[in-house]
């Protein structure tokens, strides 16, 4: 399969990503640090290079409504968005997903008020984890496109039938400059196939249906079962059409990505651009001899816990890296649910938990070689104590009530 090599922003890759889909309806509207991807769209569309309705709205709970009714149209449809904009779209989430509407929307992750801040973190996205939406994290630019082309296809399956959110972090790879291989457009409109409605549609005047009646008791958790069994069903799919994206791309994905990991002692799990400076880390420390791995979750919506719990059973020590903080006083999402899933393991390595990165601050080499060194006291002494640990914070400067 030919593929041209050029460099692009992350959000220059997702917007480019979103025209060769050409999907039939986009709503937009702008929010730092995503606004790019729909200028950029935009100009797809008014130079007719795209069939796609574009809809410009005055909010994202707007933009996100007007997906909502255009994919229980019959149609292919999506938006992106960004931090306190993904908050404002929160009551339509769980709309879009209990309707189990095909939609996909990039997110690019940011931190979410207050204070104001700009830079990425991941307190948006795993705000609404729960919202029963899949959600698939980007380590890079690369990642970025191809997540988001794999993405139509999982929204769209028949077994699924759910919405995807396709995340990558705020600045480090929405505005950052890299390179990456493109499809032809005309084969990722071959991968990604024409739309084809799997449920009646709203404008189908031979076959009426209601959308979004009351539902109380009566049917209410038959309709949140449904939507459990869907995601519970993503896994494979997820997995297949990965296959089928590396034999047209070369590139492979799955539910996880290991580093190092079949004879390492220490390990860190963690999501998005980290990974790859985790990565750097594990090669210096490898050519110490000292063992140390890294997972990185590609998939964290439906959570993969089978898939960890294998992965890391044999580790003799594990942190996990949370961009966002739960407030619980028993560290983050990340987290908690990998420490769960290692509950039932065989052997129970001890874990701990790191809050890092919020707001955009740097998590540098000599933060994750720290976060190593730690894990290497670990397995000495047995000591897994503080259980939630703040990376990079200056303690000193803590304001506090």
Not at 26 to 37: D, F, G, K, L, S
Not at 201 to 215: I, Q, Y
Request: aromatic share 8%.
């Amino acid at each position: 399969m030919l593929q041209e090599r050029i460099a692009l922003t992350g959000n220059e890759a997702m917007a480019l990503a979103m025209k060769q889909i050409n999907p039939d309806v986009v709503a937009a509207y702008p929010i730092t640090p995503q606004t790019e991807i729909v200028q950029l769209f935009s100009s797809y569309v008014a130079n007719g290079m795209v069939k796609t309705e574009f809809v410009t709205v005055e909010s994202e709970h707007s933009a996100l409504s007007a997906v909502v009714g255009a994919a229980a149209s019959g149609v292919r449809a999506m938006t992106a968005t960004s931090s306190q904009g993904l908050a404002y779209m929160f009551e339509v989430l769980y709309i879009a997903a209990s309707n189990q509407l095909p939609i996909v929307m990039p997110v690019v992750n940011r931190a979410l008020s207050g204070p104001i801040n700009i830079h990425g973190d991941h307190s948006d996205t795993m705000g609404a984890r729960d919202a029963g939406w899949i959600q698939v994290y980007s380590e890079n630019t690369q990642e970025a496109y191809d997540n988001l082309i794999q993405a139509v296809r999982i929204a769209e399956h028949p077994d699924i039938q759910l919405p995807v959110m396709v995340c990558m972090d705020g600045f480090i790879i929405s505005h950052a400059l890299e390179n990456l291989e493109i499809l032809a457009d005309e084969d990722v409109q071959r991968f990604g196939g024409e739309f084809i409605p799997h449920r009646p549609a709203l404008l189908n005047l031979d076959s009426p249906v209601t959308v979004g009646p009351l539902a109380l008791y009566d049917y209410y958790m038959e309709i949140k079962r449904a939507q459990a069994e869907a995601m519970v069903r993503a896994q494979p799919v997820i997995r297949e059409i990965a296959q089928e994206y590396q034999a047209l791309t070369g590139r492979h994905y799955d539910l996880l990505e290991p580093y190092q990991l079949d004879d390492a002692e220490i390990a860190i799990v963690v999501l998005s651009s980290t990974a790859g400076t985790t990565r750097v880390v594990v090669d210096e420390l490898r050519q110490l001899g000292i063992k140390a791995g890294v997972l990185k979750p590609r998939v964290f919506r439906p959570f993969p816990y089978q898939e960890i719990k294998a992965a890391l059973a044999p580790v003799k020590a594990i942190a996990i890296l949370d961009r966002t903080d739960s407030y619980a006083g028993f560290g983050g999402p990340l987290f908690k649910e990998v420490r769960a899933a290692l509950y039932d393991a065989p052997t129970r390595p001890p874990a701990v938990n790191y809050i890092y990165g919020l707001g955009g601050r740097d998590a540098n080499l000599a933060d994750i070689r720290s976060v190593y060194r730690d894990l290497e006291h670990m397995v000495t002494t047995g000591e897994a104590d503080p259980l939630v640990r703040y990376l990079g914070v200056r303690e000193e400067a803590i304001v506090r009530a």
